[in-house]
DNA sequence: TTGATATTTCGACTATATTGGAAATATGAA
DNA sequence: TTCATATTTCCAATATAGTCGAAATATCAA
């Protein structure tokens, strides 16, 4: 993972609403939700849920699929992993490994 | 952990110097760097570094002590645990804990 | 087809974040 | 003291992000 691309994750984190999103997200698993339901769920107008939607999908943070006229939207569990090793890459590596 | 707190842990690293500064003093461990270095290392005026820690510092992801006229930061690692732990909690709960 | 449902894109407005020079504050050394 | 060093605060300019109504697109059912 590269800088770049861990600052769009965790930009795509840093909001109120989609991080309360991805939470859900994460609870729900691989059965996930469709974009009308999270936007009830949240009491918010489908287009803002489209917007916040877009920018946790740019960020490879979710993931959808169609099922008829609905878009199912799921976390992404690797990227997750990825972004989690990359903040706590080469931990304490200049002071011996020693983190206290 | 809190929604609200982790939204401030996240948008402090959700910047591309910001998250440079934190990955060098995860690296450091409780060696910690000294604003000015940190300034020199990154060719970012004072006041921008200054800036920037603050935000690292509020949202509890860095802390400082002082050294004579420097003042030294280092990564906290329990708020980073925590905020890891918070993103992944309650992970597929409601698909029988079942991620696959 | 036509109409109903589900979602996204567009666009304009509002709000929040970032930058860095200049001045202020804090520490230590002569 | 007085001066040099280290850092922060202030502030104004600039840049980026969030909101949501209205229109556009996609799917399915009759």
Redesign the pocket.
């Known amino acids: 993972m590269k800088t770049t691309q861990a600052v769009g994750a965790l ?1 795509a984190l ?5 991080l309360q999103i991805f939470r859900l997200l994460v609870r729900k698993g691989s059965l996930g939700m ?4 999270l ?1 009830e769920h949240f009491s ?12 946790l ?1 740019s960020a490879g943070l979710i993931i ?1 699929r ?8 799921s976390a992404n569990y690797d990227q997750m992993q990825e972004l989690m090793g990359f903040l706590l890459e080469n931990c304490c590596a200049d002071n011996g490994g020693k983190c206290q």
């Open positions: 930009s840093a909001q109120e609403t989609r469709a974009a009308g339901d936007s918010i107008p489908p287009a803002t849920m489209s917007f916040h939607l877009k920018e999908s959808s169609r099922e008829s006229r609905s878009i199912i939207y």
